[in-house]
C-alpha cells in the first residue's frame, strides 16, 4: 500500500538530500524504493555496499540512490555535504536510518539549507483509512490496540506473531544500534527501564524513583531516556506551562512508537494509540508544512489533568482526553477552559455508544472513528 510522506518527498527528490528517520522496521527502506522504478540501494551494514560508498562508486546515471544506514559512518555528514556540493542531483539521494536524522537541525553544521527531514511513523487508523484496500474501521482498531502498527506485524494480524517479531525487534536496538550507536553496555539495566516503562503510560515519570528502581544513579537513567528517544523507541511529552496555575513544570510523560508494547488495560492502550496518532500528524505538519508544533499534557499540582494539549505555531489549539468507556464530559475541560478559554474539547471514548456535541467547541466521539480522520490544522480565520 501506499504511504502517507510519498506524494511530498517524490516533490522535494529534484531539490534537495532526503533523509527519512524512524522507528526500525517502520516502512523507511520501503517507502524509499517506492520512490522511482529506478534506483540504487546500500546498506551501509553491509560490507560490500559500504565499500561501494565509501570509495562513491554507485552509477550515477541511475535516477535515485538510496543511502541506509549512513549514520554509522564516521563524519557522514560531511561526507554527504561534499557528495551533494561536487555531484548534485540528479542522482537524488534519499537518506534513511533508525537514529534521529533530524537533529542536525538542532545544531546548524554543514548540511543545513541541503536537506528535507522525513520522520516516518509505523502505521495508524488515518493512514490506514487512506490507503489500505478493504479498510476496516472495527478490525483495524482492535489490531493496533494490541499489536501496534509496525507493518509486518499488523499485516499478519496474529497476536503470537507479534510476541515473536517485538522479541527480535528489540533484541536489534538493544544489541546493535546500542552498541554501536550510543556505546552504552549496560544493556540488562536498559531492558529494565523499558519494562518499567510498560506499566507507566500515562503517568509522570520521576528520574529519581525511577532510579530507586532500578539501582542506578538519576543521571543514568536520564541518558538512557534520552537514548531510547532517539533511536525511537519511545517519545516524550512534556507538561504545558503558560497560564496553569500551580502546573507541574518538569516530571514528563513516555509513550511508546510500537502500542503492541504497553502492559495495561485497554484504556492505558488507548491512551498510548492516541498519544502516537497525535504525534504522527503533528510530526507530518512540520515537516511537510513547516508548522511549529508541539504535544503536551495539562496537570496541576493538585490532580487536575487533561491527557493532551496540541499546540500549533505557539498556539493552543486542542485538549483532548482519552477514557475507555466513560460518556460523561470530563470536568476537567471547564477547570482548565478558565486558562485556555477558546479552543476545541475532544473527548475520546473507545466504546461510545452515541456521540455527543456539548457546544461549537466541545464533543464526545468515538476514538477510532475520530482517529481515522484526525485533522488538527487550525481553523482557517477570515
Request: hydrophobic fraction near 35%; include cysteine; charge should be positive.
Amino acid at each position: 500500500m501506499e504511504r502517507y510522506l510519498i506524494k511530498q518527498m517524490i516533490e522535494d527528490l529534484p531539490k534537495k538530500i532526503v533523509l527519512i528517520s524512524g522507528p526500525r522496521q517502520s516502512g523507511k527502506t520501503t517507502i524509499s524504493k517506492m520512490l522511482s522504478e529506478s534506483y540504487e540501494y546500500l546498506n551501509y551494514d553491509y560490507d560490500a555496499h559500504r565499500t561501494i560508498i565509501e570509495k562513491k562508486e554507485w552509477d550515477r546515471d541511475t535516477s535515485l540512490v538510496i543511502l541506509d544506514e549512513l549514520h554509522k559512518m564516521p563524519q557522514w555528514k560531511r561526507w554527504l555535504k561534499g557528495i551533494y556540493d561536487v555531484d548534485g542531483i540528479p542522482p537524488s539521494l534519499v537518506v534513511t536510518g533508525s537514529a534521529k536524522l533530524d537533529t542536525f537541525r538542532k545544531v546548524g553544521d554543514s548540511l543545513a539549507g541541503r536537506f528535507f527531514a522525513f520522520r516516518l511513523h509505523p502505521l495508524d487508523l488515518k493512514e490506514l483509512n487512506k490507503f489500505a484496500p478493504k479498510f476496516n474501521l472495527q478490525k483495524s482498531f482492535e489490531t493496533l490496540l494490541q499489536i501496534g502498527g509496525f507493518p509486518g506485524p499488523y499485516l499478519d494480524g496474529t497476536l503470537e506473531n507479534y510476541k515473536r517479531w517485538r522479541g527480535t525487534h528489540l533484541d536489534i536496538i538493544l544489541k546493535q544500534d546500542l552498541i554501536t550507536l550510543e556505546k552504552i553496555s549496560n544493556i540488562t539495566g536498559i531492558e529494565n527501564l523499558i519494562r518499567l516503562l510498560r506499566t507507566r503510560i500515562g503517568s509522570t515519570i520521576s528520574h529519581n524513583n525511577l532510579a530507586s528502581d532500578l539501582g542506578v544513579d538519576p543521571k543514568t537513567v536520564k541518558n538512557w531516556l534520552d537514548v531510547l528517544e532517539r533511536l525511537y523507541v519511545i517519545f516524550k511529552v512534556t507538561p504545558y506551562s503558560k497560564k496553569i496555575k500551580d502546573s507541574i513544570l518538569k516530571a514528563p510523560k513516555y509513550y511508546f512508537y510500537d502500542n503492541g508494547q504497553v502492559e495495561g488495560d485497554n484504556g492505558v492502550r488507548l491512551e498510548n494509540l492516541v498519544a502516537c496518532a497525535l504525534l504522527k500528524e503533528l510530526h507530518f505538519l512540520h515537516d511537510v508544512h513547516g508548522e511549529d508544533v508541539d504535544l503536551h499534557f495539562l496537570r496541576t499540582k493538585r490532580g487536575e489533568e487533561i491527557d493532551f494539549l496540541v499546540t500549533i505555531n505557539n498556539r493552543p489549539s486542542m485538549m483532548i482526553e482519552v477514557k475507555w468507556a466513560d460518556d460523561t464530559f470530563s470536568s476537567k475541560f471547564n477547570f482548565f477552559d478558565r486558562f485556555i478559554p477558546g479552543i476545541r474539547k475532544i473527548q475520546l471514548v473507545g466504546e461510545l455508544k452515541k456521540e455527543k456535541t456539548l457546544d461549537n467547541l466541545t464533543e464526545m466521539r468515538s476514538a477510532a472513528k475520530w482517529l481515522s480522520t484526525l485533522d488538527l490544522k487550525l481553523p482557517q480565520r477570515g
